[in-house]
C-alpha cells in the first residue's frame, strides 16, 4: 500500500465551529460542504473530521452514543454521504475521528452490556483527566465504573473481544463507506493493567497509557480492519516517548502509521500540568523537536502540529498575537512545515486566529474548563487565577468559531453562535485573508504546495544548528540531491549569521534585509534550498 499520507497536508475540522448553513448556532456537515472549494484552494489533502456521531455531547462528540449514526445537529447520514462524495471528487480524503477508549453512558453496550466496560466494588484512587475520581457510582449496578475522562464517558474494557469485535466491525463499515482513515482518540488508554492498581497520588497514568496488551491491540486492528484498505492512522498518544512512537510507527510492526506526541505542547506546562503556567524556554522546544525528528527518520512517521482542538492558538502561545501576528503566524507555520512528518492545520490557524478571553467564566462551554474551574474554585484558588491559565491554555480558545468574513458574528451563522465568536473577526477573517496576496493564508498555500515539489521536505535528514541559541530555532534538512536551510526567529531581537548558501525558497518578509548579512528581524523567518546538495 502506498505511502501517499507521507506528502499531505491535514486540515482539521470541528464541526460545531465551522460554519453553520441553518442558522441554528452550531456548525453541520452542509456548512462544511459549502466550504470545501475554499479548502481546496488551500491545498490541503486531507479533511480529519472531529466526531460527527450520535452524541448527547457531554464532551462535544467525543462521547459517542451511536458510531453509526450522525448527530442531529449536524445533520443526516444523506448529508454525510454527500460531503464524502464532494471531497472526493475534489481529489480530497476524508480521515474519521475514531473514539474508542470509552463511549457515552448513553451507548446502548453501556446500557445492555456490563462486561463492556470496567466495574468496581472498590474503586481505586485514579483522577479523571477532568477533574475530580475517575470512578462514579452506579446505584443502578451498585458498584462503580471507570471514566477517565467525564463521567459521562465510560471506559470501554478491551480484555473483553467482544468490544474489540465489535468496534473493528464498526471501522469497517465506515472504510467500507468510503472514508479513508482515522485519527484514534487516546487510543494509548486502550490497555489497562488488569490490577487496576493505585497510582501516585491518585495518577493512574502508569496503568492506563501505553499499557501492556496495547501493540497487540493495536496488530489486532491493523490486522482485522486496516491492512485491508488503503487508509491512514493516525493515533492520539498523551505520554508517549519517541521510543514509544517508533513501534507504533515503524511500518515492520503493523500498527499505525503515525502518531500525535504531547511532548512539545507540555512544555510550558509546570509540574502540576497543563494549567500551571510556565513561559516557553525555546531550547528546550528545539531539543524535544529534534528527539523527534531524529528518532523517527529512517522509522516510522512523524505528524506536525502546533494546533488541535485541545490546545490553545499557537500564535497567541509561541508567537505575539499583537503586534506581529501576522509574521509570527508565518514563522510558525514555516518552522513546522519544513520538518519531516505530516503537518496538520487546524481551523482558523491557517488565517492566524488566536486566543480569545471570554468576559465571564458563564460563557464557556469545555467541560474540562469548567470542571478545572469548579475544582479549583472549591479549593479556594482565587478566580483571577484560574481564569488567568484559562486564558491561556482553555481549550475553548480553538473552539472560538471560524471566521468566515466581517459579517454578523464572523459570518459564521446567522443565529445566536453556540459559543461567542472572536471580536477581532471584524479584522481577522478568511474574506480579507483571500484578499490579499501577503496573508497567512498565502504562506501556507505555498508552503503546502511547496510540500509536493521539493522532495526533501519528505525525506530529508534533521540536523539543528545553534543549539543553545535562545532565540533562533534553525535547522537543516538534507537529501542526497537537495539541502534546505531554515532560520526562524522566535522574538522580536534582531540576530545576525552568516549567510547560508542557497535561494530564497520561503520567506516571510518581502526581501532580505542585508546581501553580506543574514540578518533576522522580528519573527523572520526564510528558507534557503540547494538543488545539488553539498555540490552545488
Ligand atoms: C482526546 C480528545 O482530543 C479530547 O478532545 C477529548 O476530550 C478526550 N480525548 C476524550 O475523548
Not at 3 to 9: C, H, L, V
Not at 98 to 126: A, C, G, K, L, M
Request: with cysteine; net charge negative.
Amino acid at each position: 500500500m502506498s505511502n501517499w499520507w507521507k506528502t499531505a497536508t491535514v486540515y482539521q475540522i470541528y464541526p460545531r465551529s465551522f460554519m453553520d448553513s441553518n442558522g441554528d448556532g452550531i456548525g453541520d456537515l452542509q456548512g462544511i460542504i459549502q466550504k470545501l472549494d475554499y479548502l481546496k484552494k488551500l491545498g490541503i489533502d486531507i479533511i480529519w473530521l472531529s466526531p460527527i456521531y450520535d452524541s448527547p455531547n457531554d464532551d462535544n462528540g467525543y462521547d459517542i452514543r451511536n458510531y453509526y449514526q450522525i448527530m442531529q445537529e449536524f445533520g443526516t447520514m444523506e448529508d454525510f454521504n454527500q460531503m464524502l462524495d464532494e471531497i472526493h471528487q475534489r481529489d480530497m480524503k476524508l480521515m474519521m475521528d475514531i473514539v474508542v477508549n470509552h463511549t457515552s453512558d448513553e451507548h446502548e453496550w453501556f446500557q445492555r452490556y456490563h462486561d463492556f466496560y470496567f466495574w468496581q466494588d472498590q474503586p481505586n484512587n485514579w483522577n479523571s483527566l477532568f477533574s475530580g475520581p475517575a470512578w462514579e457510582y452506579d446505584a443502578y449496578r451498585g458498584q462503580y465504573y471507570l471514566h477517565i475522562f467525564s463521567k459521562k464517558q465510560p471506559d470501554l474494557n478491551w480484555e473483553n473481544p467482544k468490544v474489540r469485535e465489535k468496534v473493528y466491525d464498526m471501522m469497517r463499515w465506515w472504510l467500507d463507506k468510503g472514508v479513508d482513515g482515522f485519527r484514534m482518540d487516546v487510543i494509548n488508554f486502550i490497555s489497562k493493567d488488569p490490577e487496576l492498581p493505585d497510582g501516585p497520588n491518585g495518577d493512574g497514568s502508569a496503568y492506563f497509557m501505553n499499557g501492556p496488551r496495547i501493540h497487540e491491540y493495536l496488530r489486532e486492528m491493523n490486522k482485522e480492519v486496516l491492512s485491508k484498505y488503503d487508509c491512514v492512522s493516525v493515533g492520539e498518544m498523551p505520554g508517549t516517548t519517541p521510543e514509544d512512537a517508533k513501534r507504533y510507527t515503524d511500518p515492520n510492526n503493523r500498527e499505525l502509521n503515525m502518531i500525535f506526541t504531547f511532548e512539545h505542547m507540555d512544555l510550558d506546562g509546570g509540574p502540576n500540568g497543563k494549567w500551571d503556567l510556565k513561559p516557553l524556554d525555546l531550547v528546550g522546544l528545539k531539543e524535544n523537536l529534534e528527539k523527534w525528528q531524529h528518532a523517527l527518520h529512517d522509522v516510522g512517521w512523524n505528524s506536525l502540529y502546533w494546533n488541535n482542538h485541545d490546545q490553545p492558538r499557537i500564535v497567541s502561545r509561541f508567537g505575539d498575537d499583537g503586534r506581529y501576528r501576522v509574521k509570527s503566524s508565518k514563522m510558525l507555520a514555516t518552522c513546522l512545515h519544513m520538518m519531516q512528518g505530516t503537518p496538520y492545520i487546524y481551523k482558523g490557524e491557517e488565517i492566524g486566529m488566536n486566543n480569545c478571553a471570554l468576559d465571564s467564566i458563564d460563557a464557556y462551554r469545555d467541560i474540562e474548563t469548567l470542571n478545572m474551574y469548579k475544582a479549583k474554585h472549591d479549593a479556594g484558588v482565587d478566580h483571577e487565577t484560574i481564569m488567568t491559565s484559562i486564558y491561556a491554555k482553555g481549550r475553548d480558545n480553538a473552539s472560538t468559531p471560524m471566521q468566515w468574513s466581517d459579517a454578523s458574528n464572523g459570518g459564521f451563522t446567522t443565529g445566536e453562535p453556540w459559543l461567542q465568536v472572536n471580536p477581532n473577526y471584524k479584522d481577522i477573517h478568511v474574506e480579507a485573508a483571500l484578499q490579499n496576496q501577503n496573508s497567512i493564508f498565502y504562506h501556507y498555500q505555498q508552503l503546502i504546495q511547496l510540500r509536493k515539489t521539493i522532495d526533501v521536505m519528505t525525506t530529508g535528514s534533521f540536523h539543528l544548528l545553534y543549539r543553545e541559541h535562545p532565540d533562533i530555532f534553525a535547522y537543516e534538512r538534507q537529501s542526497n540531491a537537495e539541502k534546505l536551510t531554515v532560520y526562524c526567529n522566535f522574538s522580536v531581537h534582531e540576530h545576525q549569521f552568516d549567510l547560508p548558501d542557497g535561494d530564497v525558497l520561503i520567506h516571510n518578509y518581502k526581501e532580505l534585509a542585508s546581501t553580506d548579512k543574514l540578518i533576522l528581524r522580528p519573527w523572520e523567518a526564510v528558507v534557503f534550498y540547494v538543488n545539488g546538495g553539498h555540490q552545488s
